[in-house]
């Protein structure tokens, strides 16, 4: 399981509007400028995480983005859904199926395998939030639940 860059991009600029809340609005030059990303990269982003409810756009002289919810109403899931389309992807659900040849798909072992594994990880994105990832950002191990020495 691999994430592209737009989702490592987009939980830094979540990140960073969850860290400054207090500011109405952020801008994509902003968030570019402070991360060192690309400003059209972020924009495009931005645009898929506010069609999923993530964000919100404002419009204007004084426009950017804000957190359309507060930070602990927002998932790792819901994050991860909007800019990968999935958190894991099985490939032997129905609509993927029929798109591929699996000639083992009769006797296949391991199909329960992947749907356990996506169950698994979709529980635990669901149960992180955006405001849990801002609080443990000084000190992700303990997210991950590994202890501390």
């Not at 756009?57 to 983005?65: A, C, V």
């Not at 602990?72 to 659900?93: D, P, R, Y």
């Amino acid at each position: 399981m691999r994430f592209t860059t737009k989702t490592e991009y987009g939980f830094v600029c979540l990140v960073y509007m969850a860290k400054n809340v207090s500011k109405s609005v952020v801008t994509v030059k902003e968030i570019a400028e402070k991360e060192h990303f690309s400003s059209t990269y972020i924009e495009k982003i931005m645009q898929g995480l506010r069609a999923a409810n993530i964000v919100i756009s404002h419009q204007g002289k004084e426009g950017g983005y804000s957190l359309a919810r507060h930070p602990s109403q927002i998932t790792l899931k819901e994050i991860i859904e909007a800019l990968e389309g999935k958190t894991f992807e099985v490939f032997c659900e129905p609509k993927i199926r029929e798109h591929i040849v699996c000639t083992h798909y009769c006797m296949c072992g391991i199909s329960p395998i992947w749907e356990k594994t996506k169950k698994v990880l979709d529980d635990f994105f669901s149960s992180v939030t955006l405001e849990a990832i801002v609080q443990e950002s000084r000190s992700p191990q303990r997210l991950a639940g590994v202890k501390q020495e």
